[in-house]
């Protein structure tokens, strides 16, 4: 069955750090552009990184929302079929669910454009 299994999360303080996992059972990550997203209560779903797929120079790329930039890092580890979402110095406005999502490319992958998407996985920021 192919889909994509989210990990980590939870309740952290702010300034800590966090880093989310987004794992593909049933096919080969790097064959498909991750996104990351949130959704917090009462807010539009937000994008925040993507990562392209390889190419055939197993070139890669990433992108960031300007809004979260410099906290992000996103990151990919095909040993482990695994995309990662590493975020930094967590603030009172992170708080949302995250999850992740696969499509063909990073211009179309998005909150209700994919081709798998994660369940999802709280994130809480409170001290």
């Known amino acids: 069955q192919e889909q994509l299994v989210q990990s980590g999360g939870g309740l952290v303080q702010p300034g800590a750090s966090l880093r989310l996992s987004c794992a593909a059972s049933?096919?080969?990550?790097?064959?498909?552009?991750i996104g990351w997203f949130r959704q917090a209560p009462g807010k539009e779903r937000e994008g925040l990184a993507c990562?392209?797929?390889?190419?055939?120079?197993?070139?890669?790329?990433?992108y960031y929302a300007d809004s979260v930039s410099g906290r992000l890092t996103i990151s990919r580890d095909n040993t482990k079929n695994t995309v990662y979402l590493q975020i930094n110095n967590l603030k009172p406005e992170d708080p949302a669910v995250y999850f992740c999502?696969?499509?063909?490319?990073?211009?179309?992958?998005?909150?209700?454009?994919?081709?798998?998407r994660g369940q999802g996985t709280q994130v809480t920021v409170s001290s």
């Open positions: 049933g096919f080969t990550i790097d064959r498909y552009a």
């Open positions: 999502a696969a499509d063909s490319n990073c211009l179309r992958v998005g909150p209700n454009v994919y081709a798998f």
């Open positions: 990562i392209t797929r390889k190419d055939d120079r197993s070139r890669q790329n990433k």
